[in-house]
């Protein structure tokens, strides 16, 4: 049987919607890891019909790391609804925190892509990227970066 503890569990671990994890915990009789497998896979599905949608809004995330190195990132949205949503502005704080620490400055948006996610070794870029578009229902795309270093 799958309790509201088990479905809080998971939305924590993944963030998706009350839903969606109950839905995913209950097709996988109560294994998180399959159920965590369902949902990237059902945002992978999502993030892919959504790829082709405009990103005419969004929301430059910024991390700056001891005054010493620094990042901005350009994270595009569909909607200014998204764009103000605490979680999306989230994403691109985290996103540029990861660029701060592990991108290059002459690396490419594909290149940010593929490395894996510093919050979560699970996780590339692109992965997390296609749960939040799951999550919030928008196609959401890096438009670009900068980091700069002393």
């Known amino acids: 049987?799958?309790?509201?503890?088990?479905?809080?569990?998971?939305?924590?671990?993944?963030?998706?919607?009350?839903?969606?994890?109950?839905?995913?915990?209950?097709?996988?009789?109560?294994?998180?890891?399959?159920?965590q497998e369902l949902l990237q896979s059902r945002y992978a599905e999502k993030a892919e019909k959504k790829a082709d949608r405009e990103t005419g809004e969004g929301y430059i995330g910024t991390y700056v790391h001891n005054g010493k190195s620094a990042?901005?990132?350009?994270?595009?949205?569909?909607?200014?609804?998204?764009s103000r949503?605490?979680?999306?502005?989230?994403?691109?704080?985290?996103?540029?925190?990861?660029?701060?620490?592990?991108?290059?400055?002459?690396?490419?948006?594909?290149?940010?892509?593929n490395s894996q996610y510093i919050k979560d070794s699970n996780l590339t870029i692109d992965k997390l990227l296609k749960t939040k578009i799951g999550v919030l229902g928008e196609n959401i795309q890096i438009t670009s970066f900068k980091k700069i270093s002393l």
């Open 71 to 82: 990042a901005l990132v350009a994270l595009a949205c569909e909607t200014d609804f998204v």
């Open 1 to 35: 049987m799958i309790t509201a503890q088990d479905v809080a569990k998971l939305r924590q671990i993944t963030g998706s919607g009350m839903m969606d994890a109950k839905k995913a915990l209950e097709e996988a009789a109560g294994d998180f890891n399959k159920a």
């Open 85 to 113: 949503n605490d979680e999306f502005r989230e994403l691109a704080q985290n996103i540029a925190l990861h660029i701060t620490a592990l991108i290059d400055e002459d690396a490419s948006i594909e290149d940010i892509l």
